[in-house]
């Protein structure tokens, strides 16, 4: 074993799950010649963070020549050729720090805008709002070496204080990012964030034979390759461990000795990939350790005789695989499982057939991938496989998913694959209007309204009420889920200010999950706000005398000569001198008497009316255009006047 880093995240597929799960293998090995720098889980994280900024290719010398630069340190490392603009960032952000008399002030690690070995973080956001503004470019500088720049600063900024930090800030990533690295791992596609590449992602050998690949280095440092290999493996790589140039590639010869005859080998073979500033600790700073590249060959050969192969016996779980309803470009995921019966391994390779779709277009005809789409299943064993579907445009597609056991043409499994693309549709009740009856001004009138979503795909929808009528309409709740063909009914309040006509359009967003498309649909709500007039008849009415313990009766009328619904409530209230017409007065006088240091004012021989009188009914809703008649029911407890 080399005396090195070892970075490997593997994946651990579970069928029916929504997402696979990761785990991260982590390992420094030194001896006596060679000793590493440590490798934490921090360098890990800022590997990650670099891919995702596109910065697949940088290398640690032209990391550490740039913080640097930033530090205010001159350089003794070379120049990078890629990354020469950051240096007049830096050179702009020390510009910035002169003293008002014109002197340069001290340039502090303070300054430096990244943490280094326990030394404080400088934040970053004045140069970054330099560049994104783009006073920090030159005319000779083109629009690719701004981006660079920019992403090289975001990528600074996020460097760790420390690890317990960086730690805690180590982000989950989400479902479709994992499956998305899971299906990279088959891909052979050279991309500008690509550091290091094989020819071919798998090779077939057959006993005797030698296969060769290529590995190409991208970067422009120097980089070591060593394949690890189990000790007992029947496939040697020639040779083991080599340095490759910067820009160059390096040819690997693959040969396959086998165990036994009549037997099927298929194995992953791990080629670490690490720059040779790698080797030693003192050779790189902390902030220098870049994990290396694992790079996985597919290696799959037989030693049998001829084409004489055995047929196989297996059995896929699902009789077919289905996808949920998918809207265009977004990719859905399924698993499934082969399962090996026989006493022998079974070797099985995948090949999809696109039998079409009701979708035109090229792309429509091939939305689906398989991983792995070859494999050895040990004895009484499975293995699990996993199809990813993402159409390009609507429609309903079919495949076949064909599976040849052994290599054996009179041993094929096939597995039926159906997906539909559809887009979402937000159905509102009614052609999109509600119409509120007039309602009283300051009162609230609520009604139900029912939304569906009339496709087969999951949707999020938002009510965006103007913010002007915010204070007039609510709606409850105001966002939600709506999975296919799901109805919800939402409250929809109406509390008008004004004595007018509403008419409100309020917006509903809505989009399919993980999507980006954003769609709307438009409510149109009619509403009127009235001040309601309610009369009362007789005005004035008097029940006469009755006895202690008994009652007198009388009604009164309640009209409601408006449109709107209004609510009343019966009730006391103390009648004012100004109010009281003659009769009472006269029934009733005032008399003021001399209590402590002031006067009371009182009607004599009076009784509180609320221990005397009840209404029915004494409250409810009163429709436009309505009357009502109330009983009013007088029964003194004790002989007085009730005014």
């Known amino acids: 074993m080399e005396a090195m880093h070892f970075y490997r995240r593997v994946y651990c597929l579970i069928q029916h799950h929504t997402a696979p799960l990761q785990l991260d293998l982590i390992a420094t090995a030194f001896d006596a010649k060679k000793h590493p720098a440590p490798m934490l889980p921090l360098h890990v994280d800022m590997h990650l963070r670099r891919l995702d900024a596109g910065l697949g290719r940088l290398t640690p010398e032209e990391a550490a020549d740039h913080l640097d630069v930033l530090r205010g340190a001159p350089s003794t490392r070379r120049k990078s050729r890629a990354f020469t603009p950051i ?180 194995s992953n073979l791990e080629c670490y990939v690490y720059f040779k500033t790698m080797r030693s600790f003192r050779l790189v700073g902390e902030e220098g350790v870049f994990p290396p590249v694992c790079l996985c060959l597919k290696a799959d050969a037989h030693s049998f005789s001829g084409l004489n192969f055995f047929s196989g016996s297996g059995k896929v779980a699902d009789a077919a695989v289905g996808f949920p309803a998918s809207h265009p470009n977004h990719t859905t995921y399924q698993t499934t499982m082969l399962v090996n019966y026989t006493p022998t391994p079974l070797h099985w390779r995948l090949e999809l057939l696109h039998s079409g779709s009701n979708a035109g277009g090229d792309l429509a005809a091939q939305p689906f991938r398989a991983f792995p789409t070859e494999g050895l299943v040990n004895p009484s064993s499975h293995s699990l496989i996993s199809f990813a579907f993402q159409p390009a445009a ?88 709506l999975r296919g063909n799901e109805s919800v009914t939402v409250s929809i309040s109406f509390t008008p200010d004004q004595e007018r006509q509403y008419l409100l359009r309020v917006p509903c967003e809505f989009s399919e999950v993980e999507g980006d498309t954003v769609s709307k649909a438009v409510l149109l709500v009619t509403g009127e706000g009235l001040k309601g007039g309610l009369t009362l008849e007789p005005c004035e009415m008097d029940i006469g005398t009755a006895r202690v313990d008994d009652s007198g009766i009388g009604q009164v009328t309640l009209f409601n000569a408006s449109t709107a619904d209004l609510y009343f409530r019966m009730g006391f209230c103390d009648v004012s001198d100004e109010e009281a017409s003659e009769s009472y007065m006269t029934q009733f006088p005032v008399e003021r008497k001399a209590v402590g240091g002031g006067t009371r004012t009182q009607r004599p021989g009076s009784a509180p009316a609320a221990a005397c009188l009840t209404f029915t009914p004494a409250g409810g809703l009163l429709a436009g255009r309505t009357h009502v008649v109330v009983t009013v029911r007088f029964t003194p407890m004790y002989s007085a006047l009730i005014p």
């Open 87 to 266: 240096a007049a960032a830096a050179a702009a952000a020390r510009a910035a720090s002169l003293d008002g008399d014109g002197s340069r002030a001290e340039f502090t690690p303070a300054m430096a805008g990244a943490t280094v070995q326990g030394q404080s973080a400088v934040d970053f956001s004045d140069v970054a709002s330099a560049v994104s503004n783009g006073s920090l470019v030159s005319p000779q500088e083109d629009s690719a070496l701004l981006v660079q720049r920019e992403r090289f600063l975001q990528t600074l900024q996020s460097y760790p204080h420390h690890q317990q930090q960086q730690q805690q800030q180590q982000s989950t990533p989400t479902p479709g990012a994992l499956w998305r690295q899971l299906f990279a791992e088959a891909q052979t596609a050279v991309t500008p964030n690509t550091a290091f590449s094989l020819s071919q992602t798998s090779v077939s050998c057959s006993q005797g034979e030698q296969c060769s690949v290529q590995l190409r280095n991208h970067t422009s440092s120097k980089v070591t390759a060593v394949w690890c290999l189990p000790a007992d493996s029947v496939f040697q790589l020639h040779p083991a461990a080599c340095d490759i140039k910067p820009f160059s590639s390096a040819s690997f010869r693959v040969t396959f000795r086998p165990h036994a005859m009549n037997r099927f080998y298929n």
């Open 394 to 481: 609507v429609g309903k597609f079919h495949g076949t998913a064909r599976i040849v056991l052994n290599r054996s043409s009179a041993s094929v499994l096939t597995v039926p694959i159906v997906g539909e693309c559809a887009t979402p549709r937000l159905l509102l009740t009614d052609d999109g209007s509600v119409v509120f009856k007039p309602t009283q001004v300051g009162a609230t009138t609520r009604r139900s309204y029912s939304i569906s979503n009339s496709s087969r795909i999951a949707i999020t929808y938002e009510w965006l009420v103007p913010h002007n009528a915010r204070h007039v309409l609510q709606i409850e709740p105001p966002s939600g889920l």
